[in-house]
């Protein structure tokens, strides 16, 4: 539950920045960098647990960025080896509306939590010589190889079985209970007999 909120505040968060900056970076000529980063935990073999990041770059301005290098050096050595991709990356153009994405995926080599530091993005707009920066969302922390509790999920799956033998069951059960039992009016009706 706390993990789908977190999502839910980072999209929320990344469309706020949108929305916001957009009539910004509409009035001028230039690139609006949005680095988004994205890192889950996925199970590898028994005892090793994966770590999947995901970097987009988003352009929102109304010209392209150019020389664009990506660089998520924040993993350390001792705790997660590279398996595969690579946490730098570079490109040479970024047009306006456009998308870069970067994955790679990492092993954890020990237990604990960890928390990630933000990717620097580093482009060169048309008009200035000198390198802009961009930097993306923190993530939340991991825990690495930590002892999960499984959650509790309603059984969707035995509502759906068992679901329409159960109403029929309890209506049946109701219509006898209405059958069997005395009616109030029928039993005034026989006190006044007597």
Avoid at 118 to 138: C, G, I, M
Wanted: proline letters at 4%; hydrophobic letters at 40%.
């Amino acid at each position: 539950m706390a993990d789908l909120m977190s999502k839910t505040l980072i999209a929320l968060a990344l469309i706020a920045s949108f929305l916001l900056c957009s009539s910004h970076a509409k009035d001028s000529d230039v690139p609006f960098i949005v680095v988004h980063k994205k890192a889950t935990i996925t199970k590898l073999k028994s005892g090793t647990e994966g770590v999947s990041v995901t970097i987009d770059i988003y352009n929102q301005g109304t010209s392209a960025a150019y020389d664009i290098s990506l660089a998520d050096e924040n993993w350390p050595n001792e705790a997660f080896k590279l398996i595969s991709g690579s946490t730098s990356k570079s490109w040479e153009r970024l047009d306006a509306g456009g998308v870069l994405s970067n994955t790679f995926e990492l092993e954890s080599k020990e237990k604990g939590a960890f928390s990630g530091e933000p990717a620097t993005v580093k482009f060169r707009v048309a008009t200035k010589a000198d390198l802009q920066e961009a930097y993306s969302n923190p993530i939340q922390p991991l825990d690495v190889l930590g002892d999960r509790v499984p959650e509790k999920k309603f059984e969707w799956i035995l509502l759906r079985k068992y679901g329409p033998m159960v109403s029929v069951i309890l209506i049946v059960v109701m219509f006898v209970q209405v059958i069997i039992s005395p009616s109030k009016s029928s039993a005034k009706g026989s006190k006044k007999r007597r």
